[in-house]
């Protein structure tokens, strides 16, 4: 059983920054995709960003150079650094784990999900 707990979300001006953790734990040995989505106001959900067990990265292109995503194995932590924040970022986030790339809502873990206000 796999658990992932986000955090770090916020409110921020324009412009701003910050950085999103996500820790899971359990059996995550089948597990080769782990990423972020969000979802704003009306809306419906939307991939960010996406990292495999190789360490290769995928991204939406209207965060491209300004989100980076990252992970700390060691740790079993899930980053999202966002840089230069808009109001159109405002959203929860929500931290997800496939077994593969691209994530699918049906098939992925999520967890519960973090606010960022811009």
């Known amino acids: 059983h796999v658990q992932l707990v986000e955090s770090g979300g916020g409110s921020v001006q324009a412009g701003g920054s910050l950085k999103l953790s996500c820790t899971y734990s359990g059996y995550t040995s089948f597990i080769d995709c782990m990423g972020w989505s969000r979802q704003a106001p009306g809306k419906g959900p939307e991939g960010v960003a996406a990292?495999?067990?190789?360490?290769?990265?995928a991204y939406t292109d209207s965060v491209k150079g300004r989100f980076t995503i990252s992970k700390d194995n060691a740790g079993n932590s899930l980053f999202l650094q966002m840089s230069n924040l808009k109001p159109e970022d405002t959203a929860m986030y929500y931290c997800?784990?496939?077994?593969?790339?691209?994530?699918?809502?049906?098939?992925?873990?999520w967890g519960q999900g973090t606010q960022v206000t811009v």
């Open positions: 990292i495999r067990r190789d360490d290769l990265t």
């Open positions: 997800a784990a496939d077994l593969r790339c691209p994530f699918k809502k049906d098939d992925a873990i």
